[in-house]
């Protein structure tokens, strides 16, 4: 069967399925006029970019159980503390690219995550402890810092919505820990979607060869420029068959950025909306003369979409004049026109054309999330839930627009887990009593009823269950 591999295998291929996106911007580009083109070298490209491709070594520690017992609630109450744990170390290989002169790398999230212990080696063999300076695993970036001996090569970040279908390319890295390894191709597609197991779904994707090693490798354009950071491949064995995709520079730029600033973590616009993928029915129905686009479908109410005139219907075509393929486009085209800012989105409907102007924010907190352990001898014992609010909801991984009390963690072991509650688990109503905060789910926490009718969404699916 085929997979995506991002050292782990990933099982989609529908993004394949998708149109091929025009270009964002023409440039003059060459194409071979004779047997004397053909036979030029990319060597001269190759020794200007390839120092500043590292290798990323990440060991992390894990703990398994010797005894044959392991994990058995009798075995290790009565016999715990005698039951030795053996630890293992556990090694990742991937790549890097380093973007400042100071020893700043840029790599995948999935290449780091975990590791109790990072290394990076130049392409001259020297190795040097690394820290991590921001990572986001929704991204599958990261960005590492260390102590540069004296000024270090860099890879240029350029322009990846100039990128182009037929553009030639270059990627750098170190498949199947082999060492360095350069391979070229072309660029096969952009806007790629549904590639990786994040929310992230805007990708170049590449026929030049990409392995396992590769993920957080440079791809390069014939300018010596670094378009994108490799991070995943389509393969029926683990290994190249000519699909690889690349996290676009112009993302990698923005994500830089922040980690320059200090934050603590990636922050993307708060829209306050929800948006589904252009059909060809929906396109037929609103009279879209394209498959393109992002329908309206929720809006949260006094959130920026509202506030900006954006309703449910709507189809966003283009953010600052730049064509939208799909939902996930829409989310890259605001994260990397940045907080702070002003997007200017083309909006079709009923046939008219408009455009609205939307501040791009962080998602707030509009209450107090109050996030409370729920006790007692309910079957919501062992459960934590807060207030759900834009920013809560962000950090869970939730819809912006949702609403309600939100299960953020279930104890293992408690009345609530051996019931199936799950974190990001919305409790909407008990015994017909909606439940609009964490305090009216304590109130129904500590009745006795005798039995429990629990209506929860999951999912948005909605969820009836009764408990006695």
């Given amino acids: 069967m085929p997979h995506f591999d991002r050292l782990k295998p990933i099982a989609v291929i529908a993004a394949l399925l998708l149109p091929l996106a025009p270009p964002v911007m023409a440039e003059d580009k060459v194409v071979p006029q004779s047997q004397l083109d053909m036979q030029m070298s990319f060597a001269p ?3 200007q970019t390839r120092g500043a491709v590292v290798n990323v070594y990440a060991e992390r520690i894990v703990q398994s159980r010797s005894s044959l017992f392991a994990g058995d609630p009798f075995f290790e109450q009565f016999f715990g503390q005698r039951m030795p744990n053996r630890t293992e170390k556990q090694s990742s290989l991937g790549s890097g690219v380093i973007v400042e002169a100071n020893g700043t790398v840029v790599t995948n999230n999935h290449v780091i995550d975990g590791a109790d212990d990072i290394k990076v080696a130049l392409a001259d063999g020297r190795e040097y402890p690394v820290k991590v300076v921001l990572k986001d695993d ?3 970036l990261a960005v590492l810092k260390f102590d540069a001996p004296e000024t270090m090569p860099t890879l240029p970040i350029g322009n990846s919505d100039s990128t182009e279908v037929g553009d030639l390319v270059l990627a750098i890295g170190n498949p199947f820990g082999v060492g360095q390894t350069v391979t070229s191709g072309i660029v096969s597609a952009l806007a790629r979607n549904q590639v990786t197991e994040g929310d992230f779904g805007f990708f170049i994707q590449t026929d030049a ?3 396992p090693g590769n993920s957080g490798g440079a791809l390069v354009n014939t300018k010596g420029e670094l378009i994108g950071i490799n991070t995943a491949i389509f393969s ?8 690889g995709f ?7 730029r923005v994500f830089l950025d922040a980690a320059d600033r200090g934050d603590a973590s990636f922050e993307k616009p708060y829209v306050g909306a929800s948006f589904e993928p ?21 809006i949260a109410e006094d959130g920026p979409a509202a506030k900006a005139g954006l309703k449910p219907g709507q189809v966003v075509t283009a953010v600052n004049g730049i064509q939208v393929e799909h939902p996930d486009a829409l989310g890259y085209r605001l994260t990397t026109a940045g907080l702070g800012k002003t997007a200017e989105l083309t909006v ?26 729920i006790e007692g001898r309910s079957p919501f014992a062992g459960m934590r839930a807060g207030n759900l609010s834009p920013r809560l909801a962000y950090e869970l991984k939730m819809a912006s627009e949702v609403t309600g009390v939100v299960v953020t963690e279930v104890v293992r072991g408690s009345p609530a887990a051996r019931l199936g509650f799950q974190p990001r688990d919305i409790v909407i109503a008990v015994n017909g009593e909606d439940i609009a905060s964490v305090e009216d ?28």
Avoid: H
Avoid at 236 to 243: A, C, E
Avoid at 246 to 252: E, K, Q, S, T
């Fill in 236 to 243: 029926r064995g683990g290994g190249s068959n000519g699909v």
């Fill in 209 to 211: 060869a990409i392995n």
């Fill in 348 to 373: 079709q409907e009923d046939g008219r054309e408009e455009k609205i102007e939307l501040t791009l924010a962080a998602a707030p907190e509009t209450r107090p999330r109050d996030i409370q352990l």
């Fill in 138 to 140: 929704r991204l599958d």
């Fill in 441 to 468: 789910l304590q109130k129904v926490a500590e009745s006795d009823p005798g039995f429990w009718r629990v209506e929860i969404e999951r999912d948005g699916q909605r969820i009836r269950q009764i408990f006695r």
């Fill in 246 to 252: 690349a996290i676009p520079a112009n993302l990698v």
């Fill in 278 to 298: 252009v059909t060809s029915d929906v396109a037929e129905a609103l009279g879209l003369k394209t498959v393109r686009g992002a329908l309206v479908v929720r």
């Fill in 45 to 47: 490209l190759v020794k």
